[in-house]
């Protein structure tokens, strides 16, 4: 799905879509996306954020509530601030405007691969406040469901089938955003920081998501 309220980069980013076998379906505003959301079932949504009527940051907020699909944020805005936000709001990557069209047609095929992959051998997993069924794309946190954006589930997985271990940033940066990713390395610090928010219980430290520093991270079950 492309939300997109400019027509002429709607329409550009159909035909590149097509060309490379993909099947737009474009919306002109967020409360549009919204309403077709349901019934499209998209496997992943291009937005942008600066759409008149109900911004690209209210449309991100209200996918998350119901739908797990990735988005991709396709924004003229390149700043750090605004591309932390969208990260932290749940997107799962961020393509500033104008945009190289070979880079972003990688990117989403980086996404979709991503998701292709989680039903990885071993499918479900439990460690400590944790238990995730990787096929179904479900995680319970001390028996209650949480809904986890794309990226979110990939990091928690690879860490919970490393319990105990530590795993470089590296090592998690290429495993989940590909050892091709050039974008900011604080994207990882930003996805720790939102899976603590729903892992760990209050307290003045992690106890299950711990940082190694100078290395990267380790997930304790206890």
Not at 99 to 111: D, K, Q, W
């Amino acid at each position: 799905m492309v939300v997109e309220d400019d027509v002429s980069v709607a329409d550009l980013l159909a035909c590149l879509l097509e060309a490379e076998g993909f099947r737009p379906v474009v919306s002109h505003t967020g409360t549009a996306a919204l309403e077709r959301l349901g019934s499209t079932d998209p496997d992943l949504v291009l937005l942008d954020l600066g759409l008149p009527g109900l911004p690209g940051s209210e449309v991100l907020r209200q996918v998350r509530r119901i739908s797990d699909v990735p988005v991709i944020i396709v924004s003229g805005k390149d700043d750090e601030t605004e591309r932390i936000v969208g990260i932290e709001m749940g997107a799962d990557d961020y393509v500033v405007k104008p945009f190289s069209p070979r880079e972003l047609v990688a990117r989403i095929r980086a996404v979709l691969r991503r998701g292709r992959t989680a039903s990885a051998p071993g499918a479900i997993l439990t460690a400590g406040p944790v238990h995730m069924d990787v096929d179904k794309h479900l995680v319970l946190i001390r028996g209650t469901a949480v809904r986890l954006p794309l990226k979110e589930f990939d990091l928690l997985e690879m860490l919970v089938r490393n319990t105990g271990l530590v795993l470089t940033r590296t090592q998690l940066i290429d495993s989940i955003w590909g050892p091709n990713y050039v974008g900011d390395t604080k994207t990882l610090d930003v996805h720790i920081k939102r899976l603590r928010a729903k892992i760990e219980q209050p307290g003045p430290e992690p106890t299950h998501i711990i940082t190694i520093r100078g290395l990267g991270y380790r997930y304790q079950a206890a």
